[in-house]
């Protein structure tokens, strides 16, 4: 098991930023990769990023890209989500997942899952 804690979310006015952080508990933090996930009501969960164990493999989906930042910091096990330029349609429950070794786009592909924590962005 690997317990994850997300922390950071909010209301935030458009054009605005906010960053997420995930803790994970544990000692193999640098064995996981670590992908945000994003749904609101009615939708699928919709890949939004992901980082490698060492920070070198890095993934983002077409939504968000040159908006968000994802990054990990091993020494204190969390991966934060960095969110600029936001607008409506980020609103959202962001989700952290984890999984071993291999970086992917499909929540299917995730073991390991917190409970979310609230985005909303108001136009």
């Known amino acids: 098991q690997v317990p994850l804690v997300e922390s950071g979310g909010g209301l935030v006015q458009a054009g605005g930023s906010l960053r997420l952080s995930c803790v994970a508990s544990g000692s193999t933090f640098s064995w996981f990769v670590m992908a945000w996930f994003r749904q609101t009501p009615g939708e699928e969960r919709e890949f939004v990023a992901a980082i490698d164990g060492n920070g070198a493999g890095i993934r983002y989906g077409d939504s968000v890209k040159g908006r968000f930042t994802i990054s990990r910091d091993n020494g204190v096990n969390t991966a934060y989500l960095e969110m600029s330029g936001l607008t409506p349609e980020d609103t959202a429950v962001y989700y952290c997942?984890?999984?071993?070794?291999?970086?992917?786009?499909?929540?299917?592909?995730?073991?390991?899952w917190g409970q979310g924590t609230q985005v909303t962005v108001s136009s």
């Open positions: 997942a984890a999984r071993p070794f291999r970086v992917t786009m499909r929540q299917a592909d995730y073991n390991y």
